[in-house]
């Protein structure tokens, strides 16, 4: 017995549920992994939310969801959703559409961690599209890029991370431009590390739209352009999101939500190609140092296993790894030198 069912007839939800539930139990100890996947996919066809979910990556593929006949594919055979994905990967140092980090957008690009990032990849050979919240910060960045090479392929832009129309705007110009893009860093972050009874509304809306909701603005609208060249999502969360912190409760409690959003993409969007990971660093000398006692910086090193604090450029080269680990989605990379181990 199958425990995909048709639709000739439509039964509640909570009917559907019951129907399948011995049928899903049975399956438990030995086919629990693809029994799981073809589920989920039948309950989203079920519930009519494919197109809402995916619209901007298209329609659900003409008879991509057969009832009860999924029961009998075979692991073997391509994914429902997206043909091929099941099949043979491509040739050992081939990528499955181009270079995989040919062009890359990169948000808080214009110091620290995103500025390393952004000469990573320069140095790679790619193409970068960087985003600064200061008109400042992102010119300054660009005549340093100018100083190390004139003829980086390169430009800045300054958007509202949390605007749909800006961000829509900002894949377009780049499509149009560069013809694809492959990778994109949600890299932008602010802190606030008042005490919970000083934190107000405004600290805490301000944290949550910077670290938060532009993650999901951005990622929501490359994936059309993502799908196109089976591109990825890289997250920057922290390890305060992993284990959090005792101050300032907004960078915590985002960057814990940056890694759930990373887990709901991958699993979200591997159906059309697209990877999304995040980074978690610990203790990096950026900006955000700036105002810890050197004292206590010191000490924080001391107590990593590899005996110091972090750089810019080791989280940039995990960045660059994960753009190019094809194999790899949904994970947390901690970049901490073993501090929280």
Request: aromatic share 8%.
């Amino acid at each position: 017995m199958s425990i995909f069912v048709t639709r000739s007839s439509m039964p509640s939800l909570e009917e559907y549920i019951e129907e399948i539930k011995p049928i899903f139990e049975s399956h438990l100890l030995t086919n629990m992994g693809p029994i799981y996947k073809r589920l989920q996919h039948q309950l989203i066809e079920y519930l009519g939310d494919y197109n809402s979910l995916y619209a901007p990556l298209g329609p659900l593929p003409e008879g991509a969801v057969s009832g009860a006949d999924w029961g009998s594919v075979p692991s073997t055979e391509t994914h429902p959703l997206r043909p091929g994905f099941a099949g043979p990967p491509p040739p050992v140092g081939e990528a499955r559409k181009g270079n995989v980090m040919s062009n890359v957008l990169i948000t808080g690009g214009s110091r620290g961690i995103g500025f390393a990032a952004v000469k990573e990849f320069l140095k790679a050979g790619a193409k970068v599209c960087f985003l600064s919240h200061y008109e400042e910060t992102g010119k300054a960045a660009l005549a340093k890029l100018a100083e190390i090479n004139p003829d980086y392929p390169v430009i800045w832009r300054c958007i509202d991370l949390c605007s749909e129309e800006q961000a829509k705007a900002l894949f377009d110009e780049v499509e149009a431009l560069w013809g694809r893009v492959d990778v994109l860093i949600n890299n932008a972050g602010i802190s606030n590390n008042d005490a919970l009874v000083h934190h107000t509304m405004d600290n805490w809306k301000a944290v949550v739209d910077v670290n938060q909701t532009a993650v999901y603005n951005m990622s929501r609208y490359a994936m059309s352009a993502l799908k196109k060249t089976e591109g990825c999502i890289i997250n920057t969360s922290s390890v305060t999101g992993v284990h959090s912190s005792p101050s300032g409760i907004a960078y915590p409690a985002t960057k814990a939500a940056v890694i759930s959003m990373t887990k709901y993409f991958a699993y979200a969007l591997a159906p059309v190609g697209i990877r999304c990971n995040c980074i978690a660093p610990g203790v990096i000398l950026t900006d955000m140092c700036a105002g810890i006692d050197p004292e206590i910086l010191d000490s924080m090193a001391q107590d990593s296993p590899i005996g110091r604090n972090g750089t810019p450029m080791d989280v940039a080269k995990a960045f660059a790894y994960l753009a190019d680990a094809e194999f790899i989605t949904g994970h947390v990379l901690n970049v901490d030198g073993g501090y929280v181990l």
